[in-house]
């Protein structure tokens, strides 16, 4: 056994003749039913996660879109909506209760099912087979039920958006006693029940991808593909699956705690609690909230990079092909993603500096917390250093890479702000933390997804995606997402705090006002822009520009030796061995050369 | 087509998986115990008499654990008698594991350490070696899986990799519950 394959060295496992017994192809018969719904191919398994992602993520947006109507027109009432939503816009407004369910929601939705379960789901699935040159995942049986658990979720999920009480409404961090008491708000109750059911599935699903991902990195990759010849897409999933299934277990015994709080009369997070809806006071006691907010930040700071080394690989990915030029930094790019993996699990308490955490404590926690920054602007560094003097093809899948490169700094800015102690005294809960995330873990990731998907469009369906709707889709988000977000910092650094349905109320936010329905009229546009994309995604699938040639983009990595279609088991005939490592471009006077082909007798060295 | 196969030199992917899954499982555990010495520093804090019973039961795991290995044994050297009656045996003693720790937990309450009101080690200790019953009943419902194939005569079946999974799992939730039993003895 491959002991250092298990403690941290994967450099060293050799994977020569993992494959060497099996050349052929799927031969046997499939139905309609293995193909398309409980299929094991890792790429329809993509594609299922991909567009379920996608419907996610228009639920989620569209929350969005109905509460920043009421953010950005408090006094006014919108009849039509009643119309359509019936309970939930009653007199054609938003009331508190469903404002606080919708923004609920809406990260809960986003954050989990559209930027992790969508995004990795998406592209580990379908990248890592085909980029390793393995025929598929580990486990393909295992690789199924991730996504079959992920879909039940989804349902369970949605289904909570229909009960009589309504979803749960206390913030997608769910902190008790808002999501421990049922008696604490409508939401609390059934709903909340039914978003721990939701959320326990979506973590086993992550955790049967996430231990497939690794194992099929570790182990199956084809000949002379040692782990420093993979290409940064590989390693950004790699960790991030390292990182998911470290953490979501914790996540996990947080929220097997809360249910004991909720249903067994325990005392873990409760303690001298009275309810003023029920004039009832709790025989709780000794419970700690503080203690839900260590188990959840645990998980929750490394799933902030869950949701976002995905996007770094694949924006690496892109950056280099389309500049023509080798990654600038490879083993820079590998280590500076290693760090960031570790320092994930080390700096949690940075979201709870305003908790009474010791400060002494809380110190060591900035200090961590801005350590990040170093592996970060390396990562920065590297990805200009790459464009610098290039000669860039602006493909759409280039351009959303390049846009992920200005988001994420722009975020990870306003991350070291944040990040010290006695700034976040006065920060903490504001606009200020909204505009940071949304740039930094949102909108980016949104952007190095949407690079990944114009880019492999022609890997999955065979077609290209339409130009021109693409370049439309590109500008407005980009403008859009910096026009919504970066008046936010302004808001936020006034005071202006999160979670609030209504700010008239406020002499000091008054200033505002025209400020908000600008936001909001721009986060309409936003949206409509979105359904052209998803438009030209269904309308390519079927009408889009076929593909001639396998390798359209001149990319030397393995996904393009495979036919334009593959089938399962990916390569017809035996596996290619791999002789170079994924960033030959632009070399001695060639364009590219594929990972494939031997290395010359007369070539030079990089 | 066999997608996942190996040579012999190497460890299968199956294996590897595995190993990773428990790594998963210890920081579930290492999340609630942490929780456990968190809350052990707040007010109120009460702490319980760990039942004699977990002594006996923490016996028969660890001899579950040995017959779970020379049932391994005994299927490497092919003598199949031997590894069907070893496997019933070990997962025999999983479920009486798992029944002695149901008494256990019974004595408990009944000495009136309850899971309402307020906070203790008790609490944690229901749902801490609850969680770990679950995970043997999982190796024990494995266990029985693999019997029923051992007796199936319609695949010869000469792969070890099934059963040095399940092994390999076993000794886990015993070390596991070793830990998690000196764990409580020292804390409470
Ligand atoms: C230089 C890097 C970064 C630093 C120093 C940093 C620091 C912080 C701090 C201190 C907070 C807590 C603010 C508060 O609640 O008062 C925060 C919030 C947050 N950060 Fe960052 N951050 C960085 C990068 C990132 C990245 C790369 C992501 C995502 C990919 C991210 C996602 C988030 C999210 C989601 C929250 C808010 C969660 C919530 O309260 O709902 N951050 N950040
Ligand atoms: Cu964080």
Known sequence: ?606 | MNIVSSSPQKIHPHKFTLWIAIGSIIMMFAGLTSAYIVKGEQPGWSTVVVPKIFYYSTGVILISSLTMQIALKAFKERSMQQYRSLLTLTAVLGVVFIAMQIIGFKQLFQSGVKLEGGSGAGQFLYIIFGLHALHVLGGAIALLIMFLKAFSSKIRNYNSVPVEVISTYWHFVDLLWIYLFVFFLVKS
């Open chain 1, 1 to 606: 056994m491959s002991n250092e394959a298990l403690h941290g060295h994967p450099e060293v496992v050799t994977t020569h003749d993992v494959h060497h017994d099996e050349h052929h192809v799927h031969h046997h018969k499939e139905t309609f039913i293995t193909k398309y719904v409980f299929s094991q191919d890792h790429k329809m398994i993509a594609k299922q996660f991909l567009i379920t992602g996608m419907i996610w993520a228009v639920i989620g947006g569209l929350m969005s879109v109905l509460f920043r109507l009421q953010l950005g027109y408090p006094d006014q009432t919108f009849p039509w909506l009643e119309d359509i939503l019936g309970r939930w816009a009653k007199g054609g407004k938003i009331s508190a209760e469903n404002y606080y369910a919708l923004v609920t929601m809406h990260g809960t939705v986003l954050v989990f099912f559209v930027l992790t379960g969508g995004l990795s789901g998406t592209f580990a699935n379908f990248l890592i087979p085909l980029q390793i040159g393995a025929r598929d995942m580990a486990s393909p049986f295992m690789n199924m039920l991730s996504y079959w658990f992920f879909f039940g979720g989804s349902i369970v999920m949605i289904s909570s958006l229909f009960i009589q009480t309504g979803p749960f409404s206390g913030g997608w961090t769910a902190y008790p006693p808002l999501s421990a008491l049922g008696d604490a708000s409508p939401g609390s109750k059934t709903g909340m029940d039914l978003w721990i059911t939701a959320m326990a599935m979506f973590v086993v699903s992550s955790l049967l991808g996430g231990l497939n991902y690794i194992s099929t990195v570790l182990n199956m990759r084809t000949k002379g593909m040692s782990m420093t010849r993979m290409p940064l897409t590989m390693w950004a999933l790699f960790f991030t699956a390292v990182l998911g299934v470290l953490s979501f277990p914790v996540l996990l015994s947080g929220f097997i705690l809360l249910l004991f709080d909720r249903h067994g009369g325990t005392s873990f997070y409760l303690s001298d609690i009275y309810i003023a809806a029920t004039k009832t006071a709790l025989p709780n006691e000794g419970g700690s909230a503080i203690l839900f907010q260590h188990l959840f930040w645990f998980l929750g700071h490394p799933e902030v990079y869950i949701i976002l080394l995905p996007a770094m690989g694949m924006a690496s990915e892109i950056i280099s092909i389309n500049a023509r030029k080798p990654i600038f930094g490879y083993m820079a790019m590998v280590g500076s993603m290693f760090a960031i993996t570790i320092l994930a699990f080390l700096v949690w308490a940075h979201h709870m500096f305003v908790t009474g955490l010791n400060p002494f404590l809380g110190s060591v926690f900035v200090l961590l917390t801005l350590l990040i920054a170093v592996p970060s602007a390396i990562k920065v560094f590297n990805w200009l250093t790459t464009i610098w003097k290039a000669n860039i093809k602006f493909t759409p899948g280039m351009m959303f890479a390049l846009g992920f490169v200005s988001l994420f700094i722009s975020g990870g800015l306003t991350g070291i702000f944040l990040g010290n102690s006695t700034l976040d005294i006065h920060l903490h809960d504001t606009y200020f933390v909204i505009a940071h995330f949304h740039i930094v873990m949102g909108v980016s990731a949104f952007f190095g997804m949407f690079a990944g998907i114009y880019h492999w469009f022609p890997k999955m369906y065979g077609r290209f995606m339409n130009n021109t709707m693409a370049y439309i889709h590109f500008w407005v988000t980009l403008a859009g997402a910096y026009l919504i977000f970066w008046p936010m910092h302004y808001e936020g650094l006034a005071g202006m705090p999160r979670r609030y349905l209504d700010y008239t109320g406020w002499e000091s936010f008054k200033q505002f006002a025209e400020l908000n329905k600008f936001i909001s009229t721009v986060a309409i546009i936003v949206f409509a822009v979105q359904l052209l994309f998803i438009f030209n995604f269904f309308y390519s699938i079927f009408k889009g520009r076929k593909l001639t040639k396998p390798n359209p983009w001149g990319a030397t990595t393995l996904e393009w030796t495979t036919p334009i279609r593959p089938g399962h088991g990916n390569w017809p005939g035996e596996i290619p061995e791999v002789h170079r490592w994924a960033y030959d471009y632009s070399k001695d006077g060639r364009d590219f050369i594929p990972q494939t082909e031997p290395i010359g007798p007369n070539e030079s060295h990089h």
